[in-house]
């Protein structure tokens, strides 16, 4: 009996073990206060391609973006659209939005829920460079297409599109409770267990037209971890990482050009440099912003050359202030630099170079204080008789001298006035003798 009953405990050991592994497996994705950028975007495209190759039950993708770039939002969709795993697109928590590209995601979704107090739409495309006149045909053309995009969309997941078309022609935005109402959204949810328990059990109708059940109950979730590489990445593409990287490559470089030899500086900024380089292919960089911090750069190291009193420096930092403030100009304005961020790096580089230049012109007006240059000024004592020739006593050393202004006695006082082929010129000083000594 007791091979029976190990037979029967094994085999119900099994079945708990199957039970347990039986639930469902969703894939979350946070996108939380990222903007729509490659390197940012490469979170939900990589998650949909694991998801879809592990077999995952479900995507849940939490979105909180103020927009991006037209380009890899356009990716992002169509990768959304492609995909064989049922995708559920959350605003949240509350206080998120869906902006701009956010709001083509949100959409783009198989099934799309907001948190209370979340907004979404203005979808309007903007330029880059700022422009953005009412009667511009390239931006016109621009909103058309993604108007187009819009509508193929809510069309095929049965979505509202006219209120879909107007956040993108009239830069519409809906709060969650109107976005309900007017068919944008399919539920409201509060948070991430809200949501799964209104998504036990709902059917969706996929963009191929097939239609999914969706199963939470006891869901385990997964997510897709990122490599060092694109950690890095995300790090170097923060508006604000890049800034300072850019403000250090100045300075190091700057520092490095007025004090030739220090090297250190000169490989740090090199390096920061790069760095903002690399960041500069993620971000939106304005190259009229890059042409005004190059132009303060130069007028930092003409600083040097040139005796300006300052102005140099001045109209460096008014360009490096004007620059930094346009520096990420692009489709999302959230993303450039506020005047409290950039004033005070700014007034700092140019004190620095204020500095560095005051350093310099102190050290070329310095007298010299070695070798027979030294000499010059210093106060010496007659040893011998000076009138066409004589001897002076002067920093410890006897000297063969002439005086240029009549005789001298044995025991004054005399100036060195110039030094001619090692010989000392001098003139009387009046006075009682010095005090011979080393100095």
């Not at 592990?54 to 103020?66: A, F, K, S, Y």
């Not at 037209?209 to 923060?238: I, Y």
């Amino acid at each position: 009996m007791r091979a029976p009953a190990a037979a029967v405990f094994v085999l119900l050991f099994v079945l708990h073990g199957v039970a347990e592994g039986a639930g469902p497996v969703i894939r979350w994705v946070d996108f939380e206060g990222k903007p729509v950028f490659p390197v940012f975007a490469d979170r939900i495209v990589d998650a949909i391609d694991d998801a879809d190759r592990e077999g995952d039950d479900m995507v849940v993708i939490q979105v909180d973006t103020p927009g991006g770039g037209v380009e890899t939002m356009e990716a992002i969709v169509k990768r959304m659209l492609a995909a064989k795993t049922p995708i559920v697109v959350w605003v949240g928590p509350s206080g998120a939005r869906a902006a701009s590209a956010g709001f083509f995601i949100l959409i783009a979704a198989d099934l799309a829920a907001m948190a209370p107090g979340t907004r979404t739409g203005a979808a309007s495309v903007v330029s880059a460079i700022g422009k953005n006149e009412e009667g511009d045909v390239m931006l016109k053309k621009a909103n058309n297409d993604a108007a187009a995009l819009v509508r193929t969309i809510a069309e095929h997941r049965k979505r509202n599109i006219e209120a879909c078309q107007s956040a993108v022609f009239a830069a519409e935005a809906y709060t969650d409770t109107v976005a309900l109402e007017k068919g944008i959204i399919d539920l409201v949810a509060k948070d991430r267990d809200d949501l799964l328990s209104k998504l036990e059990g709902r059917e969706i109708r996929r963009f191929d037209g097939s239609v999914v059940s969706l199963r939470t109950a006891g869901a385990r979730f997964v997510s897709t971890e990122r490599n060092v590489q694109q950690r890095f990445l995300e790090f170097v593409g923060s508006p604000y990482v890049a800034f300072f990287l850019l403000l250090l490559g100045i300075a190091g470089i700057y520092v490095e050009l007025s004090h030739p030899g220090l090297i250190l500086p000169g490989l740090v900024g090199a390096l920061c440099l790069l760095l903002f380089a690399l960041a500069a292919q993620v971000l939106p960089v304005s190259a009229i912003a890059l042409l005004l911090i190059l132009l303060a750069i130069v007028m930092f190291i003409l600083e040097i050359k040139v005796t300006s009193y300052g102005m140099l420096t001045f109209g460096g930092v008014a360009c490096l202030v004007i620059g930094s403030l346009m520096l990420f100009r692009g489709p999302v304005p959230e993303l450039g630099l506020p005047l409290t961020v950039v004033l005070p790096p700014s007034l700092a580089l140019g004190a620095l170079c204020i500095f560095a230049v005051r350093l310099a012109v102190r050290a070329q007006r310095t007298p010299i204080g070695t070798g027979v240059e030294g000499l010059v000024g210093e106060v010496a004592e007659v040893t011998q008789s000076l009138d066409l020739s004589g001897k002076v006593f002067v920093h410890g050393e006897i000297w063969n001298a002439a005086s240029v202004s009549g005789s001298v006695g044995k025991g004054e006082r005399v100036r060195v006035v110039r030094v001619e082929n090692m010989r000392l010129l001098v003139e009387p000083l009046g006075g009682k003798p010095a005090e011979r000594g080393n100095g």
